[in-house]
Every structure is written in C-alpha cells, then in structure tokens.
RNA sequence: CGGGGCGUGGCGCAGUUUGGUAGCGCACUUGGUUUGGGACCAAGGGGCCGCAAGUUCGAAUCUUGUCGCCCCGACCA
C-alpha cells in the first residue's frame, strides 16, 4: 500500500464489493456492503439532524436553467460541470432543465413561497438525494459525477442565528468524523479562494489520509442575505417592517466512504470502525460438518444478534482460511473462530482485525466481551488516525521551509498567511498544496507571512487534497 | 485538456510482432473427500475477441474510424 496507494485504494474498493463501475464515467454502483455502509452513517447522522431540530424534505432533481441563474456567484461556480436535459421525449424543451448540482436554487424558490412573517422561521430543513456534477476525472468515493449525500438548507430572522447554526453543523459532522468514522479532524475557515460558491463564509473538517493528503470530509457554509436577496425571499419582522432572512447550508456525501478506507485500511484491506461497521463481527465455524459445530455457531450468533451486535455467520463451504482472508479484507473488526477443540473447553477464538491480535475466549458473557472490544477497537482506529495527523503536521515559517518539510511525503503544514491570494497561489504553485482552511485552534506560528514576508495573522492549514 | 495504459467467457490474463477452427488460471455447476490462515479429486457448462467500416479465400491479429474505462498531471465547487 505504500508503494503505490492510488493502487492500492481502487483494488481495495473492487475486492472489498464496495463499488462497480456502470457504464458511465463517474457513475459508480454501489454494491450492498457499500451502501450497509452508507446506511449507517446517514442513520447517525440523520439522528443527531433530528436532535439539533432538522426536518426531512425532498425537492425535485430538476433545476430550470433561469431558477439556477439567479445568483451570480452561485451559476458561474457550477455552471461549468452542470448537465442539462434538453429534451422531453421528442420535444425540445422550451427552457433547458439542469439536473441538481446542489439545492441551493430550490430550497430558495420554495422558501420565498413559505416564508412571510418571523413567525415563519426559522426553516431547518435537509434533504438526502443524489446530485450530478460533470466531473472530468472521477475516482470511486473520492470524485464521483453522481454521488449520493444530504444537503441541509436553513433560513433564519437573524444573521446571529444563522451564523450559529453553520457552525452548530460543522460541530456534528466534526462529532461524526470523530466519534463514529474514527477520523481526526482539524476544524476551520476556507479562504475566499476555496469557499463555496455564492457563500458568505464556508468551514471545513478536514481529515488527513494515510498518505498524508488531505480529505474534506464536510463543509458547512453561511451564506448572509445573498440568496434570500436575489431570490426575494423577505418577511415581516418583529418590527412590521420587510427584511431579508439569512440562510446556511451543509453538506456531507458519501466521500467520507473513501475516507474511511484511506485512513484506518491496509495492506489486508479494509478496516472499519465498529460504530459504522455493516457487519461488526463474523463467526467463522471450523470443521463446521461435525457434530455440534454448527449449532453452537448458530447459538452464539443469536445470543450476540440480542445483545444488539451487528453479527453475520457464514456457514459457506469456504474453508476457514479463505474466510478469514475474505473478511479480513471487508474489514470486519471481529472474527470469532468456534471449532471442536473451543467447544470442548466452552470457548472460542476472538481475533481484532485492526491489530491482528487473536485470543481465546470464555463462552461465558461472550457479549460483553465482545462489546468492550468492539468498543476498544473503535478508540484504538481513532488513536492510531490521531497519531498519523500528529506526526505528519509540521510548522513552516517560510514557503520554502514549507516545500522543504513535505518534499519526501504530503504533510499538513502550519504556516502563516497575509490573507493575499498571490501568496495562496504561490503556494500552489512551488509547493503543490491548497490552502486547507484556517483553522478555530491552534497559536501562530510566527508573525510575517510565509511567502511574501508581510505581517500576518492568520494560520492556515496547507495540504495536498484529493 | 495533456501524457500513459487497457478493452478477448463472471473476474484476471495469454494469444496480436509474423492473419489459418479461441486458450490458461480463478470463479461457476454436479458428485465425493476435506476444514484452526485463501483445501483436493473427478466430471461438466459458458466467449460471434468493445463497436463500425475496410483489406483478404480467410481477421482477436492488418488499416481507418469510433465508443468507453483506468492511472498520472493540469483545471475545477
């Protein structure tokens, strides 16, 4: 894997059946281990947009092209990997009608209709659909045309209450990142250059992989009164006078699947965190045609099955080493090998995939052991994530300390910024990284700006980003 | 958009230089023996070689065109 890791990572997503390729470039199958995967964190997710009091909603996948032209930062951002639909059976369409590249336009149109007194708001609304971008390179999880996700879309009375909730969504996909998918983040501010189209402001979690480059793995943006503005969006306030609401979305797709395989995989394949793991632990029968195997298998599957444990028995014809290989490489994070000797000695074999380790274990309280190593798992794949972003984020106090620090392998790199886009590109340019974000921790790493020398106050993550 | 690679049973590939009845491994089916790190024996089934046109008595192989995929880079919300 460390030989060549863009190898490594789309051998990995084809052995694991996590993807297949259709027939069009960047649209990827997702194969049902893929997509169990998918469930689970939208299940996470979706309840903490529940506990934060987001609601559901669907709009539809068609945008016309005057709607998605209201904006003028907004088009010009996404016009250039849009895809229309020009026709309706043999009839050319009166107006062209694009296919959602992001819901912005939508969500605003339908806000204008809905929103007229404060009592209105605010709106906190999401939705979990798939969009189109005409990407022109695509890797599977990484860059996609298709990809599924959820977008979020509030308005509020308040710029206060807006500028809030971009940031109470950035601290829930930090919490999913770290809590459930295992993956440190570093929290921040993307400079103008690299926020969002038609955004006041865009804030970022950015993993880092394990080669060293960078993931943004989500992003929240403020977007002020600009859209609420150029599509007329306006209430009664408090005050019985006509205002703009402002408004905030957040989005966070299926990207963080490559993600995951990047950070905590390798060179057997697949590792995943428990709390997200389809299955959570596999229980392989050994010499599983002799007496009894079989049945204490199917015992131990449905005692762990009421315990809540995600838990698959596989009673193929495989032999046991193929299994273990087999399961291994989709990253289970427990095995558990039950033969006659274990039976014997009311016992089985636990292994941990994430560290090889391999014990036997008392049949006794088999559910709570296994639990507390589920549990040990999950922390050990985060210490492990924690440590690679420690180790391979270094300070730089000038451009060409900066090159200097990551000519071996892609590192995070701390340095200081004037704010000046010639020295954003300067960056890019001479030391191949992008601006990450500026992160919310972390002091200066000196006064004067890395690349032209001025005073400068802020720090900004630097990396190589995929 | 530039550079490189590749399209041949489900998967991975050989065969193409030098045209002559489409092959190997894995997977699959059936029966049997096995089972603690990718088991073994036996018998089977499956492909008009990405697509199109051309050259030829004859094309997976030569020519032209075309479609698509992968990798590296550039570009990009």
Redesign the pocket.
Known sequence: MDE????W??DIV??AELVD????????ILRPYAYALWENIQGALDCMFKETGHENVYMPLLIPESLLQKEKD?V???A??VAWVTHGGSEKLTERLCIR??SETLFCEHYSHVVQSYRDLPKLYNQWCSVL?W??????FL?HREFLWQEGHTIHETAEEAKAETLQMLDVYARLAEEYLAMPVVKGQ?TD??????AVS?Y?IECMMHDGRAL?SG?S?YFGDGFAKAFEIVFTGRDNKLSYPHQTSW?L?TRVIGGIIMTHGDD??LVLPPKIAPVQLVI???????EGVLEKARELRNTLKAAGIRVKLDDS??????????Y??KGVPL?L????????AGA??L?RRDN?E?A?ASLEGIADTVKSMLDAVQAALYAKAKENLTRNTVDARTLDEAKELTKDSAKFVRAMWCGGEACEDAF??EA?M?SRCVPFEGGGVSGACACCGKQAEKLVYWG??Y
Request: charged residues 35%; hydrophobic residues 25%.
């Open positions: 060549d890791f863009a190898k990572y789309t084809k052995k390729y259709s027939s069009v470039k960047g649209c990827v907004h010009e951002g996404f250039p990997e590249p992001t971008r990407e022109k390179t695509t890797r599977p860059r993307k250059k690299e926020k969002f189209a038609g865009t970022t943004q992003t943006h989005g797709s057997s394949g392989i029968p050994v010499a599983m045609h002799r014809d495989n032999s046991p080493g193929w299994k273990f290989s087999e291994e490489m095995r090998e039950i033969g006659p000797r274990d039976i014997e089985c074999v292994a090889g391999k036997p890019k340019e191949g992008t190589v980003a």
